[in-house]
């Protein structure tokens, strides 16, 4: 028997994700069945009847406890039982452990509360419904990934049904500088590493004055780029910034390319800092979004917030931080 191909995989998976499912065949916890078939789910949500895109985010944010949740629940338990009492009680009285705990004691409510009031907004304020759940992720330190995934996919599902793929450079543009800053430099890590390079985060705070480190090995030789990342809406990037870069006083950098980024662009004096140093490059909005384009695909704004997850996951962290997705 030939194996299904991914359209069938997706179509059964929404049917068995639907309001009109089989209680046998409903899941408690839903989650695409793959990177291939959001991809594909995404292509058309334009397409797709606006009830059932947001019955599906309905099903996708609404409160439930998962087997996960359990097992997590038993780590934790097992955790502040070997911690002095405030600390315990500090760690019992967080966010979704207090809700087992009262589950295990009345049989009610769940792990996690769902965020379902979001959809209230939509379809006429998409725009505040990507920034609550945001809000919502950057808040709740130490979600489980499978529901920092689903809530990402939710987003990418809003802007694209409602909100739309932008077509034009401006519209990109527009787009990119309304970014959160940390999701801005897991961005252009992803980018530098469709480009071939092993690329690293640095910690959001502390990093020594840039954000990406990319590296690749070339025939008899190994390529540095050292990426300052600046997202700007309005203010063009100052000669400060590129003498700053160009200064580092480490000497493993001595021999990196530069690179400087930003939603915005450069101040002539900038420009002129860039000149004179041939191994800084300067890349402002214009010419960042073509890049993007190539690398990542036209259809990259559909799938922003899966890039921006993706990058965190792949980008190694010089630190243990918590990326904000």
């Keep these: 028997m030939d194996e299904p191909s991914v359209k069938e995989v997706l179509e ?16 408690p916890y839903v989650t695409f069945p793959s990177d291939e078939a959001f991809a594909l789910y995404l292509s058309d949500v334009e397409d797709r009847p606006e009830q059932e895109v947001i019955d599906l985010l309905w099903r ?35 966010g979704s452990i207090k809700r087992l705990r009262w589950r295990e004691k009345t049989n009610q409510g769940d792990a996690w509360e769902g965020v379902t009031w979001v959809l209230e907004m939509l379809p006429g304020r998409p725009g505040s419904a ?29 802007r694209a049904k409602w909100i739309g793929n932008p077509k034009t450079i401006a ?19 992803a980018l530098w590493r469709e480009m071939g ?15 990406v480190h990319a590296t690749r090995d070339l025939v008899g030789r190994n390529e540095r780029v050292i990426v300052e990342c600046k997202r700007y809406k309005e ?18 950098l001595v021999h990196a ?32 979004v073509p890049m993007l384009n190539e690398h990542l695909g036209a259809d990259w704004p559909k799938r922003l917030e899966y890039i921006v997850r993706l990058a965190f996951q792949e980008s190694s962290l010089s630190t243990e931080e918590q990326a904000p997705i």
């Design 257 to 288: 390319k530069l690179a400087i980024v930003t939603t915005s662009g450069f101040t002539k004096g900038a420009k002129k800092e860039a000149e004179d140093n041939r191994r800084t490059e300067l890349i402002d909005g214009t010419t960042l």
């Design 235 to 252: 203010k063009k990037v100052p000669v400060a910034i590129v003498r700053a870069l160009n200064g580092l006083g480490n000497p493993e």
């Design 60 to 94: 996708m944010l609404s409160a439930c406890t998962s087997t996960m949740d359990t097992q997590i629940y038993r780590l934790v338990l097992n955790h502040a039982s070997q911690l002095e009492q405030e600390d315990s009680q500090q760690t019992l009285n967080s």
């Design 12 to 27: 059964q998976w929404l049917r068995d994700s639907s309001f009109d499912a089989p209680p046998r065949n409903m899941r």
């Design 197 to 211: 390079y092993e690329t690293i985060l640095t910690p959001s705070s502390q990093d020594g004055g840039y954000d």
């Design 171 to 189: 519209e990109r543009v527009a787009l990119l500088k309304e970014l959160d800053p940390r999701k801005f430099e897991a961005l252009v890590a």
């Design 130 to 158: 990507i920034q609550a759940l945001d809000l919502y992720m950057l808040a709740q330190h130490g979600l489980p990934d499978r529901r920092i995934h689903t809530i990402s996919d939710a987003i990418d599902i809003i």
